[in-house]
């Protein structure tokens, strides 16, 4: 059996909010990159109240992301 890695990014999940056209970040879990780096298994530890309406974002664990982001131009 192969041996399991550590999770490599965190799992957000992003929505835009029509005040100041803000971002919406929750953290809802953690993703691990593939060994051959074509891909992630992804593990969510939570979603959204009411249904999931938006979008998942994966970034690195050094990248940490806050609460509320500035808009940006493509989602």
Known sequence: M????????YAYWLKR???NNAIILL????????ADNR???IQLDR???????GFIR???MREKQSAVQPPEDDL
Do not use: Q
């Open 58 to 60: 994966i970034r690195p």
């Open 27 to 34: 953290e809802i879990g953690t993703a691990t990159e593939h």
């Open 2 to 9: 192969p041996e399991k890695k550590p999770p490599t990014h």
């Open 47 to 53: 979603l959204p109240v009411g249904g999931f309406n």
């Open 17 to 19: 909010v029509s005040e």
């Open 39 to 41: 891909g992630f298994d």
